[in-house]
């Protein structure tokens, strides 16, 4: 029997609350997943994502394939024992880190070469070689290799990307069944191939692809990817209401590198389960954090004597215990354990948003609680003036 | 009654297990204190102290009163309120900060002008200045403002200093007393103030000083201050047999800036009862372990597989946890788990060590222990090829 099985509990709309069962633990969607590019959780601990009942985290093929080397991490029990998180991972392919070397790769049907960006040492990926790291580096959920373009990119480049990464699903999934006989990792249990939906901001293109990968066989989940890379935000809540219509409400739905707060409930309103972002922790290494009232930078001097706690109410280990004067100490002084603080709280900021939204979908609420939540903290965001949210940089090296 | 009870419970030559009772907990010593210089043990959280059982920890007065002030810090309930560190703390005065400020400080009789590691403003110290600065913070043990020399000073220097040192002793006596009918903090408990001997590498000094400082009166403790400043190790040892025999038996014994294992060990047996360093937590941001065989580093290769922790038996949740692989993984990735987690081991480290030491100063196998101990450890630092220790820089910013 497949492990990995997805079951609806309540629905409001098009929200769903739902579990999806993993060889690791079940996972109760919609739900946030922190991101381990490197098999760590940037400043935090493993013990932190289980203290704040973190469902399933994020680590990535291409870095981890780099350094410390895919095979290594093979050797050591796969990823879970490696980084000693015995909860559900999910392992993106490297697509979107790939096609970001801008000038340092070259693409063609077979794949991509490209120069590693720690030592310029040349490097290719398949979609073969990557289900093999995938498969190494032993997580429950891995992602298909895909073809990544820029969010605006016009129809013609967004089809020949979508349609290249119909193709390497295929090969990825033959791949994946060749290695499925493969002791891997032993003791290592099964794995999940999500395919990975794209086609940009048009919407006959992302109705196509996601017709196409149905018609390839059945699924444990889709990923929904190409988005918060750059489109206007209206663009990408209508791809999202798009995608909704053409995938099976029985198979969770993961939108790719979406985590701000505002994004998670727009998600959560057009049927999106799973979420990932580096945010939280980059926002908590430069000193900002969530509140329900919009974002707060801790180098202001306001907060310079403020006994209050980050966010009023909020149940988190930092909030719990540490002023915001205290914080805005420790960021200031360039000290770590400012940047654990602010990154924990981060997190389980939207941890529990997607908990608050579960709880919401099951007791029929979801509407007017994501219609106040969303008032307050945009009125808190326009308050400080704050623009849009800001463009994450295309690649980050770690 | 004074507060700080000093209950000897068993010697072994000169080695002692004592408790040393704080308004904020009783110190069970001999006993090594983390150092938090900006209200924050680097890297670690106040949990993970509490969770290794470390009895006593340390801030410093010329940090804290530049950044966040040590006014702010009264305003938001002193030190423990702060930093959400409710054992026992101990603030040194910031005279080897202030005087290590080579060409930025001139000394005259009153005190100390320098200027701002930060900002270049022009700060003065006296006696009286630092004594408000530490009352601001609120520890249990604070220590006087001394005049602090480098380690290889001639005797003429040595003496001056160490003279000016018991001069400004008086003066900080005076003004501590003035300031104990001062609700400083509100619910603030009593403090001690610690004397501190000086007197660099001179015998007849630190004899000189050790006398007149018991003659000014009734003191809860002893500063031991001067040491592993430059000196030859010989020296130091030298002057702590000396120092062991014109010091009181029945109060607690405080050698300032010391803690590299083997000087751990060296000095309980020359009846020291509290040690502090950053050394620790320093060679941990710099991917360095301690183990029972002495110091690894992980960014040496040959750990790049090793499945093992990184001391075998280490019970802190660091070798419970995490294989060597993994660390070093962290750290030559620049995580900043890695630096968290090596900094949480070395802690430990001596915490524990110290804890082994009071157990075997209790049962009466001190010598046969430490010898033992001293061996294992420096046969494997020779083993590696390790010279002396590294001599620590004068002066760290923070």
Redesign the interface.
Known sequence: MNPFQFTLETTSGAARAAQFATPHGVVHSPAFMAVGT???V??????DLRAMDAQMILANAYHLHL??GDE?IR???GLHE???WDGPILTDSGGFQVFSLEGLRTVDEEGVEFRSHLDGSKRRFTPESVMRIERNLGADVIMQFDHVIPGQSEHAIARDASERSLRWLARCRAEFARQNDVDVIPGRREQALFPIVQGGIHADLRREAARAIREMGDWSGFGIGGLSVGEAKPDMYRILEEVHEELPADRPRYLMGVGFPEDLVEGVRRGVDLFDCVAPTRMGRNGAALTKDGRINLRNARH??D?GPLDEGCDC?TCR???R??L???V??D???????LSLHNVHFLVALMREARAAVADGTFDAWSDAWLARYLAGERARGAVARPVLPHFKK?
Do not use: I, Q
């Open positions: 490197l098999a760590t940037k400043a935090l601990d493993p013990e350094r410390p290594t050797e050591l029990g490696f980084m000693r310079r004597a006994p280990t215990r540490f002023s004067a205290y805005r100490h420790l200031t002084a000290e770590m354990l400012g940047l654990r603080l770690s």
